[in-house]
């Protein structure tokens, strides 16, 4: 027993060390890497269930780093959001975002892109006059931008976050709750925080097949943002069951592998 217990401590400390090694690394390359362009901006889309019509993309970051290959942004951006550098990779995000929305409306297609926007980008007390100053310098309108933030960042405490999300919708862009349903929201808040459209999160989905409980919050959710007339994105579909259970539900919206993958512009404009 003991000689086993040594080994797992050891196996352990030596992931441990990979992962902070990893880390490490990640920091030391992160800034030459934004600055030689090894991040990409991939587009999904977003459909109505009923029709399957396209009703706009959301921008997801992928990072093909010269040594460790593609790397997950559940990887780095975590480390991004500690030591800060999220804000210069979400502003090139957000550039090229509104960069590929002026070239698809000079070619007459024109659908909204979603940018995920960090609970500490929020921090920035210029970032609505910074945004805004973007979709001047590419002739948008702000509601062609909409920003994603996650539930988290409505923390119910922290007056300084909301103060900067009522100022962005304010300035007219589009605000999407992301990841409704993963934390600890409470219904009653949704009728008075600034959000334009709910994003209902995947866990919804990854267990209600087989959850009748889990099932009935999402209906419940559902009804409620339909009362308060705010539109439902159902996020993780990834099967003709899941459309079908949500479109009987009365959810208007989905994004998911179903209705395609993260995609590099030039595919996705094909799309
Ligand atoms: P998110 O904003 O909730 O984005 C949705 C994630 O679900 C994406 O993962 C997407 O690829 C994945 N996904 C989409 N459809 C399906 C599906 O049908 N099944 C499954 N299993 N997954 C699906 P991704 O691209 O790995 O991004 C992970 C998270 O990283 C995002 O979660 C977001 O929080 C963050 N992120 C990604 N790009 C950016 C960015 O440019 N800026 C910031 N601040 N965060 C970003
Ligand atoms: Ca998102
Ligand atoms: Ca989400
Ligand atoms: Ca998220």
Redesign the pocket.
Known sequence: IKGSYGRRIAQYNHTMHEKLMLEQKIVNTMVESLQREDFQVYL?PKAEINTGRLIGA????RWKHPEFGMI???DF?PVFEKNGF?YS??LF?WRTACRMLRDWKKANRSIPIS????RTDLYHKDLPETLSGMCRDYDLAPDELHL?I?ESSYVRDSVQLLTVIRRLRQAGFIIEM??FGSGYSSLNTLSDLPIDIIKLD?IFLRQSENNLRRQKVMQLIIDLARELDLPVIA????TEEQAILLKAMGCPYA???LYGR?MPETEFFKF
Do not use: C, F, H, K
């Open positions: 999904q959301e921008a997801l970051v997950s942004p559940g951006i999220i990779l979400d995000v940018v995920n926007v960090s994603e996650t992301d990841d995947m996020e993780g579909v990834e994004q998911g592998y993260p």
